[in-house]
C-alpha cells in the first residue's frame, strides 16, 4: 500500500500570511494522480488541486499544488480567515487509493 | 453539476450489517466510478472502493471480507454494505465520484455526498 505522510501535523499561522503543506508518499506515485482535499468541521471533503498542481473549478488562485515523484507542496499564498481547516493529500497512481493523515492549519 | 445524496441506517448493534445507498443526480451516472470513504470521528480518511456502471468493483483490501459494494443504474444509484460491524466501523461514511479529467490526465474525488454518522454500540 502506498503511504502519504504529511507534515506538519498542525500548522499555526495568521491571516495574510504564506502556508506550505507537504506530502510525501512512499514510493513514486504514477502521473500526475495526486490530488488535494480542504475539510473544514462538519463538512464533506472539497477538492481543491488535481493532477498535482491544477486548481479544481471555483478555487482561487491562492491555492497552488506543486511536486513530483513522492514529493508534493501546497501552498496558499495568502491566509484567508476561511482557509482555516483541514488539508488532506491524496492518491489515485495505486489501489487501494490512500490518503495522508492530514495537516490542520488553525489561526494563531 | 452532480450532485450525490446518500441515506441509510445510523445506529447499528455489533454483528450487524452496514447498508448505505447514494443516489447521483443532475449528471452523468455512467461515465465515471463511484467510491464510498469513510472517517472515524476526529480521524482521517480511508477509501472502502469502488464500482463502475458496469458493476466492476475494486475493494480495498483491509475491508474486502467485509464489503460488497453494487450499483443500479436504473436509478443512478450505488450502495454498501459492510458485515458484522463492530465499534471500530464507527465513522462519517461519504459516497463520492471518482472522475478522469482529460486536461490534466487526473483521477480525483471530486463530488462527495453529504455524510452518514454510523454508530455502532450495543
Known amino acids: 500500500e502506498l503511504v502519504l505522510t504529511q507534515s506538519p501535523g498542525t500548522l499555526s499561522l495568521s491571516p495574510g500570511e504564506r502556508a506550505t503543506l507537504s506530502c510525501r508518499a512512499s514510493?513514486?506515485?504514477?502521473?500526475?494522480?495526486l490530488a488535494w482535499y480542504q475539510q473544514r468541521p462538519g463538512q464533506a471533503p472539497r477538492l481543491l488541486i488535481h493532477?498535482?498542481?491544477s486548481r479544481a473549478s471555483g478555487i482561487p488562485a491562492r491555492f497552488s499544488g506543486s511536486g513530483s515523484g513522492t514529493d508534493f507542496t501546497l501552498t496558499i499564498s495568502r491566509l484567508e480567515p476561511e482557509d482555516f481547516a483541514i488539508y488532506y493529500c491524496?492518491?489515485?497512481?495505486?489501489?487501494?487509493?490512500?490518503f495522508g493523515q492530514g495537516t490542520k492549519l488553525e489561526i494563531k | 453539476q452532480v450532485q450525490l445524496q446518500q441515506w441509510g441506517a445510523g445506529l447499528l448493534k455489533p454483528s450487524e450489517t452496514l447498508s448505505l445507498t447514494c443516489g447521483v443526480f443532475?449528471?452523468?451516472?455512467?461515465?465515471?466510478?463511484w467510491s464510498w470513504i469513510r472517517q472515524p470521528p476526529g480521524k482521517g480518511l480511508e477509501w472502502i472502493g469502488e464500482i463502475n456502471h458496469s458493476g466492476n468493483t475494486n475493494y480495498n483490501p483491509s475491508l474486502k471480507s467485509r464489503v460488497t459494494i453494487s450499483v443500479d443504474t436504473s436509478k443512478n444509484q450505488f450502495s454498501l454494505k459492510l458485515t458484522s460491524v463492530t465499534a471500530a466501523d464507527t465513522a462519517v461514511y461519504y459516497c463520492a465520484r471518482d472522475s478522469y479529467y482529460s486536461a490534466s490526465g487526473s483521477y480525483q474525488f471530486d463530488s462527495w455526498g453529504q455524510g452518514t454518522l454510523v454508530t455502532v454500540s450495543s
Open positions: 514510493q513514486r506515485i504514477t502521473s500526475s494522480y
Open positions: 491524496q492518491q489515485f497512481g495505486s489501489s487501494p487509493y490512500t
Open positions: 443532475g449528471g452523468s451516472f455512467g461515465g465515471d466510478d
Open positions: 493532477g498535482v498542481s
